[in-house]
């Protein structure tokens, strides 16, 4: 499992929609409201999914920036294993 | 993950994520550098980094376990980001572990198969460096103007450092130039023209105060996410503040902005003088500003077109960079056509807009930001737009100050740090130095202590890229190694550069030595490739567009047997200069022995002892009193290498980032946000400089002490037309770009599949209008056909740019819509930087 955490700013009078629209979707959780931002995280299998969920926010009305704040990858079956000396 | 250490790793995120929200980050990431914190079950050793994909230089933080990198953190303590990073750094761990890592050399016997997937063999290290020093050392010894390299942006500071020193005081040639060529160099030459130093004078501190943004030419959503989302934040924060968009097409960033104007290609530049116009003839402009700061000239005019090889050699080639000095009045004489109604006529900008747009700058109080990269450098008349833009932002006194400034963004994460830093440019050498320069030359004599004169070998500049490339399609290069780059991709008109038409096939007879990570087209053309470590699997260091350099830690061993690049040029070097004297001692052991033992083919110490003692003597540059043949030098001719002063390599390690220059005030290096500002060195004035060698008092409250007689420049630079406008053959313009989820050539993000899957294809972005007219449809196959070569590309009116009638767009990163096979390689005369935006072409479906 792949947990990452980023904050996502709004339009000053979206957040709160923005914030449940958010909620609905999988993987996802709204943890706090700062402002006009929100502290969110998403759990998903891989980077890969991880980044499909994230990389949606954007396009939400009301959002005008994603920030990626952490990305924990260790559990991720997708990466290649690589030999290292 | 057990279940303890999953709720471990959610509540660190949650926190992480909160803290970043608050703005109080720092205190939970805390110092990396390699220790571990906390219980080492459940966290690993941290490391101090910084992303390597865009030019922006976000920090973050990397995390190890077992050797392996499992996760990524914004981190706080680098001013660049603050904790912050876009979709590209989510998948920074994940371009470590692409399945197709080179990591054995490889060799190829039969250069018939150039060109192609096919023919390369595994080879031992020693067979390939061997085999890569014989025909280094051969052409170098049978005629030296047949080698060169092609180096990057993308390649740490210390790593270009050393390059330039073994290619200009150990071969002596000045056949070297950067991929920085493409993208940077308009803004450098003018940087140079106007203040005779390069790098902005303000920072990305500037996002944070500025009341109106005006950007030029710059997708700056797609190509520089982060800093566009400290824009649009002040935006939010800030009470009117305006943002307008100037381009040729509509983008991703004309979407936020407060008004978009879309010009005729290269009007760009009456534009900028029509805003001039206004603001001098209705004596809008700051007086004591240009009273007390600056100079005026003008230029050689009709300079032609640099699309011949032969070019240089014509009289517009040999005058173009030719100026002269004119008065204040005969500068506002040249100015008075560039009326709004003229402009407007000629731009396609509606005069309102322009007026809009010109009150702007005739604010005093307005706090005004200009914000640029490739539609401007990219340019025919690259060097007189950036001319331009300082014109108005000096006429105004709208620069060097909090929130005020012309910013020239990069494209690469150190086009700034290493290739315009150290001197990897064919005319350059370390800091600002130029090798025509017979005092440049001492004082870098001094500095590598070289016998005087040593360096007069290489006064004449080499040959810049587009230079290169041309010789080497003739076949006039025999020797070619590149590193930190994909020319097979990047490089415009590659029909001819990849020998694909029925002539210029010289590529296929000069030996390629390609220094690598993946397998890319520049591998396909190679006679050796050297598998090489990537980003965190070495360290190094990163310098910025707000001047920031910044350390980026080893975090993890490479893979297989790939190396450290700095190791494959010590063995070539060691191997290619073997005999050879400088003064009376062993060359190689004069230029390197300080970091490395040749007969122990390895570095003297880890890689944290090695860049720091190349630091340390890269640092004498802008610190000369280190070295008192340097300092007199310095002083004699008055060459203020402190302007660009650097600190100490542990200081960068301990502060995650410092913008230079750097100064030491009672035991404390402080950075610099607003250089040739005067005002508190600790609030990021530059106190020091302008104390040292400015003069305190002037208009505006700074002092422009690099520049000649401390007045920089305005250059009258008149509308000039592109190198080739449409007609009924080839009717519409081609402009290429960059996207989001693809960095530059494709090479590192295309690897991670995700970033693929959301734009897995290259588009040809054409208006309604146009598929209409020439009957295409979205999706249809169309053949891109201009006087350079042809491409095969699917249209798509839906796409990510919306281009006005008679503009067509595509990204380049997609090698199977290999764009640059049309892409035209004129280049501006001044800054020999190709023109990608502007490209005639036809288009027919198939």
Known sequence: ?85 | MDITRRQFVKATAVALASAAAAGTLSSLVGCASGATQGDAQTEGRKYTAVCRFCGCGCGVICEVKDNRLVSVTGDPDNESNKGLNCVKGYYLAKILYGEDRLTVPLIRDDASTKGTAEGLREATWDEALELVSAKLKETWKADKSRLAFWLSGQQPITEGYACAKFIKAGLLSNNVDPNARLCMASAVVSFMNVFQTDEPAGSYADLDEADVFVTWGANMAEAHPMLYSRLTARKLSGEGVRHYDLGTITTRTSASADKTLIFKPNTDLAIANCIANHLVQNKLYDEAFVNDHLQFKQGAENIGNATMDDYEQTEAGKTAENVSAITFEEYAERLSPYTFEYVSELSGVAVEDLRELAEVFADPDAKVMSLWTMGVNQHNRGTWMNHNIYNIHLLSGKIARPGCGPFSLTGQPTACGTAREVGTFCHRLPADLLVANEQHRRFTEAVWDLPEGHLDAIKAPGMHTVKIFREMSKGNIDFLWSAHNNWAQSMPNLTRFLGMGEENKGIFDTFIVVNEVYPTLSTQYADVVLPVALWVEREGQFGNAERRSAVFEKAVDPPGEAKWDLWTFMEVARRVLDGERIGDKDAFDHLFGFIYDKDAADFKGDDRETNRALWEEYRIFSNPSLNERAQAINESAKLKMEAKQLAPYDEYLARHGLTWPVREVDGTWMPTKWRFSDGAQEDGFDEVGVATYGTPGLAGGVSFYKSTDMKPTVVFRPYEPPAEEPDEEYPFYLVTGRLLEHWHTGTMTRRVPELDRALPEALLNVSPEDCERIGVADGDMVRVRSRFGQFDIKVSTAGRTEPPVGIVFAPFFAEEALVNLAVQDTYCPLSKEPDYKKTCVSIEKI
């Open chain 1, 1 to 85: 499992m792949v947990i990452s955490s980023l904050v996502v700013e709004t339009a000053p009078e979206r957040t709160g929609e923005v914030a449940c629209e958010l909620s609905c979707r999988s993987g996802v959780e709204v943890h706090e409201t700062n402002g006009h931002k929100l502290v969110v995280t998403v759990e998903a299998e891989t980077v890969d999914d991880s980044h499909l969920i994230a990389s949606g926010f954007i396009s939400i009305a009301g959002v005008t920036g994603v920030n990626l704040v952490y990305a924990n990858f260790e559990d991720d079956p997708s990466l290649h294993p690589v030999d290292r000396r």
